[in-house]
Structure formats: C-alpha cells, structure tokens
C-alpha cells in the first residue's frame, strides 16, 4: 500500500514554455501532498504543502505565480512550472500523507526529472 | 541555518558488519523523526520513524535510536547488505504543529561493499 506515482519521470522543455507534472496517491486518500525540488547532492527543499480543496501554502522564496500547485482531489496534485528556465532544471518530487491515519510519515513519488534547454 | 544536520556525506562499509548513520538537530520542538533510503533518480522510501516519547525503535536489521538530551539520532542496519547501498535521509518534524511538514537532512550515501 501507500504508492505515489508521478508523470512524467522526466522532461525536456524550451525556455518560456510551462510544464505540468503530476502527482497521484494511487491507494489511499492523500489529504495533505507536498511538492520538493532536489539539487545535486543536496537535501529535499520543501516548496509548498496543499490540501485537498484550498490553496497551496509556499515556502519563503519559493513564487506561486511560478510554480503552480492544484490539489483538486484527494489522489492527484499537480505541479505547473510555468515560463520555465533553466535554472528551474532540477529534480521535482511529490509525496503524500495518508489523511485517515495521524501518521506524520509521507510516502514519496518517483520523483520528474526537468531540464530546461 | 539547517536544522536537521547530517555531518557524514558517505560511508562505506563492509557487507555483514553494522552501518550506523547518524543524525542531529537543533530545534528542541521537533518530536518526531524518520529515516529515508533514496535511489538514485527515485523518490525516497520511508524505513522506519521513532516519537521523542521512545528512546529506540526496532523494525528488522533497521533500528532507531534517539538521544533527546544531545538531539541526537541514529540509524542502525545490521546486518548490512549490498542492497543497503543508497541515500539516507533523516528528517524531523513538529507532530502537533499540524502542518505535518518534514525537514530533512542533506543525507548520508552508504555504500555496502560485497
């Protein structure tokens, strides 16, 4: 149980245009689903946390007009990096939270590889 | 300033023997902790989680433990295997805060060598 999926695994893009990436909890109701973006050798950085039916809450320097986040139902939030550049190419991963338990665990996709030519 | 610090980029050691991947954190508010493994080009699996209320958690060759006085945590696998070898990420979290974020570490690559 507790799988995530995320589509696409990777992508390539030209500057200027959006990309959207999706997010699915495929057994289970992912009340509260977060999106992170991983550097080379470097730890998750949180981006921004949405739960099922309202906005999405971002993290400080992180611009939602940039990064769009929906989280229409409880088993698919997406991600749009909208007018991409370059320097967005990076390793952009979801997880998910079980919204029946009070687990604090989240269980991760399989992460989307973007780089922006 | 990182909150969660995981001060050992890599570790290598030898298939059989204990691999022991430490942790440590500064805000004194976190009370909840979890260890991840990472593939390369894959999304982290959650391996095992202990709450400030224990000192230690057990699940198979992985164990847990947790030293609240020094903020201090500790993975132990044994014993290691060759498919041990991945990133680990510690993470912490604030459980009552209910935003149920987590704040991981840089993470630790190991290396289990045959």
């Known amino acids: 149980g507790a799988v995530v999926s995320q589509h696409p695994s990777w992508v390539i893009c030209k500057s200027g245009t959006s990309v959207k990436i999706e997010c699915r909890s495929l057994d289970f109701q992912a009340t509260t689903m977060f999106w992170y973006r991983q550097f080379p050798k470097q730890s998750l950085m949180l981006m921004a946390t949405?739960?099922?039916?309202?906005?999405?809450?971002?993290e400080q320097g992180v611009e939602k007009d940039k990064f769009l986040i929906n989280h229409a139902s409880l088993t698919l939030s997406t991600l749009t990096v909208t007018s991409a550049h370059p320097e967005d190419s990076s390793f952009y991963i979801c997880s998910a939270r079980d919204g029946r338990t009070t687990n604090l665990e989240q269980y991760f996709g399989p992460g989307t590889r973007l780089t922006v030519t | 300033d990182q909150q969660v610090k995981q001060n050992s980029p890599s570790l290598s050691v030898q298939e059989g023997r204990i691999s022991i991947l430490n942790c440590d954190y500064t805000n004194s508010m976190f009370d909840y902790f979890l260890w991840y493994k990472k593939y390369p080009a894959e999304g982290p699996t959650f391996l095992i989680s202990?709450?400030?209320?224990?000192d230690k958690n057990e699940d198979g060759r992985f164990t847990v433990f947790l030293n609240k006085s020094a903020k201090h945590l500790s993975l132990h696998i044994v014993p290691s295997q060759p498919g041990d070898s991945a990133v680990y990420f510690c993470a912490a979290s604030l459980s009552g805060a209910g935003s149920y974020q987590l704040t991981f570490g840089k993470g630790t690559k190991l290396s289990v060598i045959p």
């Open positions: 202990i709450s400030s209320i224990k």
């Open positions: 949405s739960n099922e039916g309202s906005k999405a809450t971002y």
